[in-house]
């Protein structure tokens, strides 16, 4: 369902910063709204971190309100200069690169001056004169299980070693140890957000016009990406057997996000009604309440939670966030077709993944792979359970290594006996 925005009487906002030794304390901003849709997340949903990385950031009262609230807003998680600037300023790095590459295979005209332009404008140019395929090199987790997904191995990686880092880096495990326990997992579904103003908009759409491309069309996936993104979980978009999992996502701002650029909205407590798709009740959206985010900060949420854009008014604007998705270690996933790997573990320690280039190759060999056997990757909303497990179980015993990435060339992996057995189970029923 849609989410529809009138505000009826201007934002207030404050903002207090308190010094005390090395610890920063940051309050809550407080926004005053008329629509009880865009309001902003009260002080007592939010719990206000200090810059020391003290091991008891997620305490027993915060772990308790994840699972009745299903999120947690933690301010100040991240290092906006030291962490977060470094992904940033490499991102921008690979962004301009592939812009350029898709504006000179579409002979556009927008690539005179395209350095001088502003970041969201670049990004803008280079998604509509690519039609897409831009925004599919950066973020391929949901278009490689598609079939007309086409990996691009000609184009600079997008798996870059600055992402990886930011993957692990140890105050977001700290976070997430006391709602995954110790041995904790990196999903392959990592997504990077990106929502433009109308302004970038326009541009987007005429460079995809001089090219002779398509943009954003009626529920197209790019639309999710950079259009405001309607109410939904994301548990649905998995194998079935990793819909059982429990999986946090890790939602972290590059940028100022607020009501008037797309923040983040949640509905408090939904993820506790189980998987479900839209349509969803609309007195239960009414209870969205909007999560403004700086640099730093760090949103936690269960994947069953609904979640959606708040509406993007202002023309210039420039969102931009990462959304890492983690799980406890040996679980199902819900994309075994894809790598994840072992981020944190007490009872292995030698077992943590901690290669970037070599996580970029197995991502590689993936991409490649799915490419090649399109037809053969099950569809999250085709695939019974039974299917799922075999497939899920297939893939865990042949990619227990890196190695085992680079030979998925082979028919074998994607049909084997047992999937196919698992089919017959799913349609007959069975237990």
Not at 80 to 89: G, I, M, S, V
Not at 285 to 305: H, S
Not at 351 to 364: E, G, I, N, Q, T
């Amino acid at each position: 369902m849609p989410f529809t925005f009138r505000q009826t009487v201007p934002l207030v906002a404050s903002r207090s910063f308190y010094q005390i030794g090395r610890v920063r304390y940051r309050l809550v901003r407080t926004i005053t709204h008329a629509v009880d849709p865009t309001r902003v997340a009260p002080q007592n949903a939010t719990v206000i971190s200090a810059a020391l990385r003290y091991p008891d950031l997620v305490g027993p009262a915060e772990v308790r309100r994840y699972h009745e609230e299903g999120y947690l807003l933690l301010r100040g998680v991240l290092d906006p200069d030291a962490e977060l600037a470094r992904l940033r300023d490499a991102y921008v790095v690979l962004m301009d690169h592939l812009g350029e590459c898709f504006l000179r295979a579409a002979n556009s005209p927008y690539l005179e001056g395209f350095a001088d332009r502003p970041m969201p404008e670049r990004f803008g140019v280079a998604l509509g004169a690519s039609g897409g395929e831009f925004l599919d090199h950066l973020d391929p987790a949901l278009r490689a299980g598609s079939s007309d997904y086409r990996f691009r191995a000609d184009l600079p990686t997008a798996q870059i070693p600055e992402l990886f880092a930011l993957m692990r880096a140890p105050a977001l495990l700290d976070a997430l140890e006391p709602l995954l326990g110790a041995e904790i997992e990196v999903a392959p579904g990592y997504h990077v957000n990106h929502k433009l103003g109308s302004s970038q908009l326009e541009l987007t759409r005429a460079a995809a016009a001089a090219a002779g491309r398509e943009i954003f069309h009626e529920a197209g996936y790019h639309s999710w990406h950079v259009l405001q993104t309607p109410w939904h979980a994301d548990v649905p978009w998995l194998l079935a057997d990793g819909r059982r999992t429990p999986v946090v996502t890790a939602w972290i701002p590059t940028t100022e996000a607020t009501v008037s650029n797309g923040a983040l909205m949640v509905v408090p407590g939904s993820h506790r009604q189980g998987i479900r798709m839209a349509p969803f009740p609309e007195e239960e959206l009414q209870r969205g309440i909007a999560l403004e985010t700086e640099p730093g900060d760090v949103i936690l949420f269960d994947n069953k939670l609904l979640h959606a854009s708040a509406p993007i008014r202002d023309a210039n604007s420039f969102r931009w966030a990462f959304n890492f998705r983690y799980l406890p270690a040996g679980q199902a996933n819900g994309r075994p077709y894809l790598p994840g790997f072992l981020a944190r573990s007490t009872a292995n320690p030698e077992r943590v993944f901690s290669d970037p280039r070599l996580w970029a190759a197995m991502w590689r060999a993936a991409l490649l792979a799915a490419t090649q056997y399109a037809q053969r990757v099950p569809s999250a909303a085709t695939t019974g359970l039974h299917e799922a497990r075999a497939f899920s179980k297939r893939w865990r015993e042949l990619t227990a290594d890196p190695e085992g990435w680079q030979e998925l060339d082979d028919k074998r992996v994607w049909d084997f006996p047992a999937r196919w057995w698992g089919r017959v189970q799913d349609r007959l029923g069975l237990g």
